[in-house]
């Protein structure tokens, strides 16, 4: 996948009214390699394939979408959306998906992230003042001339990233302009400590594709997230994070921060 194809990409799901993050241009280039990832875009759609094998539920017109449905029978699919189950089962009436809680994206509104008012966001609050209060901290916005500072704390980071995005973290600042991310960095001490990058994604929302900090700085995250979200303009009025890839602890700190709805996925064999 090249940078040209990303707006292909999202042109077809403004088209066709698509907002997944899994499916937007940013993403799918980020983690091309990655997750082995291969786009086929056409002139009324576009699907994915993953290394696995599976395939993305595609975007496009009904034609489009009816027309891999039928070639692609006994394959299976992931990244499906309620109206995509809909859709298929006027093709196969006994299709049964599975949801798939593990890929379910959550999104925020940028307006309480920014804001942290009200009850709900009591503890955050609390959270955000304590480690203010017990460090000397400070945010920039992340540019070309302190984008070094990300890189040293990306590679610091990538000993313990494992099987984590540290590939996708690099292609995110390596093409950093080019994308039209926009991000901050954290120092602790004078000292690069983290940083988190993305970008609109069309019809409001912004998408969290990268966050990288050092190990053991308890409430980093959250004040380095805080310092994105406050900066945000007001045209954007939702942050997407991605999923939790069914990981207990990421699944708690994103539930949390108190997500304004989710995007549900769903997966079956068609």
Known sequence: ?????????????????????????LALFIYAEEQGLSVSVFDDGFYVTDRAGQYYFPVGSDDFK???????????????????????????????????????????????????????????RAKLSRFCRENDVKSAPLTEENIADAYAILGAWEPRAGEGDAMGARKALDNYAALGLSGVVT??????????CGAGIGGGVYLLCSAKQNDGVQGLDLYMKHALYAALPEHVTLINTESDH???????????????MMNEMYGGVL
């Open 187 to 196: 120092y602790l001490n004078g000292a690069p400590a983290g940083y988190c």
């Open 1 to 25: 996948m090249i940078l040209s194809d990303i707006k292909k990409i999202d042109a077809l799901r403004e088209k066709y009214g698509h907002v997944s993050a899994a499916h937007c241009g």
């Open 246 to 260: 069914g990981s207990p602890g990421i699944r708690m700190h994103k539930n949390d921060q108190r997500p304004v």
């Open 66 to 124: 009816a027309d891999f449905i039928k070639k692609h029978r006994g394959r299976r699919v992931i990244m499906m959306r309620e109206s995509d189950i809909g859709f298929t089962r006027t093709l196969i009436p006994d299709f049964t998906p599975e949801r798939d809680r593990d890929r379910d994206e959550y999104v925020y509104s940028r307006a309480e992230q920014a804001s942290l008012e009200g009850h709900k966001f009591q503890k955050v």
